[in-house]
């Protein structure tokens, strides 16, 4: 097991190279670069300042002369070889040092941090409602297999996971959020803004309204997977044959299925538990942020890959590929702890 551990750490060195060096080169060609959205800005070009691939940044014939761009190329960085560029970033970032933003002009870890506890609001408050609730609910599909509850939960689940979440969200915003309806829900930001004067109880509560259309719109769609996987997990192990010998010997189906089955047929279930936990604390999403004017993660990937916010974008990447490529061994090592059965022993 510590061989294999071994491994997979070394494993990461290289994986998390190539995964930053094929940014680093896809951005040496993206066209409207830091330098040129600068330039467009002071040309009046506004805030795109997007340039043809394969147009030269030199703009000495409208009135910016060479000297002037020469030094706004040092003032990012642009002056030095592309490799050089690569291998100082390299060595900042094993120290987990980001540099600034381009943009915000802040630190980018700071941008970050500020920025995280809208996405870590909706990841964890999805996960706990979609592990909460396809647990149970699908434990409960796999012993009335075929029945009417099964076929009208099935129904339901498949019609909340067809429906886009960002289409989710636009209808409860109509229905919720004063749009043609009820106006029961906020639609702006997690808390409201006289928030650090209320109450504790208060906090909660405020805290809590806002986030019911969020939430809601964002975890509908994982309900159907996570229910499914696990109807279908349980389902196969209700059908082995230890099963039925454990109802010959006088078992009740309660002891069958908590004692013997649940053990089984969970692994498959809890083995994606680290993965998707850390993934709930750092992700974020787009469409949800957008929508409910969240400045979450999400949209601080977005707006950063518009403005070629090069740090953000290229330190955001690094942070979260190391979390990624974490998460995944911890699946890994969850089939071990949770199964004994399984093991990395012939891998060493």
Known sequence: MAFYILKRLALMIPTLFGVMLLTFVVTQFVPGGPVEQLLAQMEGLGEGG????????????????????????????????????????????????????????????????????????????????VYGVCIPL????????????????????????????????????????GGSFWNIFPLRGIVSDGWSEMGFIQKILDYLWHMVLPITSSAVGSLAVMTMLTKNSFLEEIRKQYVVTARAKGLSETQVLYKHVFRNGIIPIITGFPGYFIAAFFTGSLLIETIFSLDGMGLLAYQSVLNRDYPVVLGTLYFFTIIGLFSRMLSDLSYVIVDPRISFDSAE
């Open 138 to 177: 699908g434990i409960k599909k796999a012993v009335n297999d075929g029945s009417r509850f099964d076929i009208i939960s099935s129904t339901a689940i498949l019609v909340g996971y067809a429906i886009p979440g960002f289409v989710l969200a636009i209808a409860l915003i109509v229905l919720f959020g």
């Open 50 to 129: 997007e340039v043809a691939g394969g147009v030269s940044i030199y703009r000495g014939d409208s009135g910016l002369d060479s000297e002037r761009i020469e030094h706004l190329k040092e003032l990012y960085g642009f002056d030095k070889p592309p490799l050089q560029r690569f291998i100082a970033m390299m060595k900042n970032y094993l120290v987990f040092d980001f540099g600034s933003s381009y943009y915000y002009h802040q630190s980018v870890v700071e941008l970050v941090v500020s920025r995280m506890p809208v996405s870590m609001s909706l990841g964890l408050w999805s996960f706990i409602i």
